[in-house]
């Protein structure tokens, strides 16, 4: 990704993520959850589909998030982001690419909703996106 696309996604991220924890997070999850039957399904499926559980997996989803947007700028460090996450979700038996290009598509029709939005903002952000699910595919193909 270029280096506008970082400071566009940098940018973007950040007014979203300075009220994560208190506004974003519950309602872009409820967002995601009335969007994606799958994705609800696999929450329930999991106990972290409603209330504390469900709020509790989207601050760690900001927190995640915060990590791969704040390590744009490493390579490597992004990339040992992505494998942790893609680890973790593996042990679950999460691995459905699908379900995670659907959540950061969702991610950004949320923002595109709640701040300041521009299409090259919009654009960087698929790109970025695109980056980090070839990774987790990449990852995931590796540990099948």
Not at 83 to 106: P, Q, S, V
Request: one cysteine or more.
């Amino acid at each position: 990704v270029s280096a506008n696309d970082i400071k566009n996604v940098q940018d973007t991220w950040g007014k979203l993520y300075d009220q994560w924890d208190a506004v974003h997070a519950s309602k872009f999850y409820n967002k995601l959850f009335k969007d994606s039957e799958d994705i609800s399904e696999a929450f329930v499926k999991a106990g972290t589909g409603s209330g504390i559980a469900m709020k509790r997996q989207a601050l760690v989803f900001g927190a995640i998030l915060q990590e791969f947007v704040a390590n744009l700028n490493d390579p490597t460090a992004l990339t040992l982001k992505i494998k942790g996450l893609c680890a973790t979700h593996k042990t679950r038996g999460i691995t459905n690419m699908e379900l995670f290009a659907f959540a950061l598509a969702d991610l950004v029709a949320y923002m595109g909703t709640t701040i300041s939005f521009t299409a090259a903002q919009k654009a960087s952000w698929t790109a970025v996106n695109d980056v980090i699910l070839h990774q987790m595919s990449s990852y995931f193909a590796t540990v099948a």
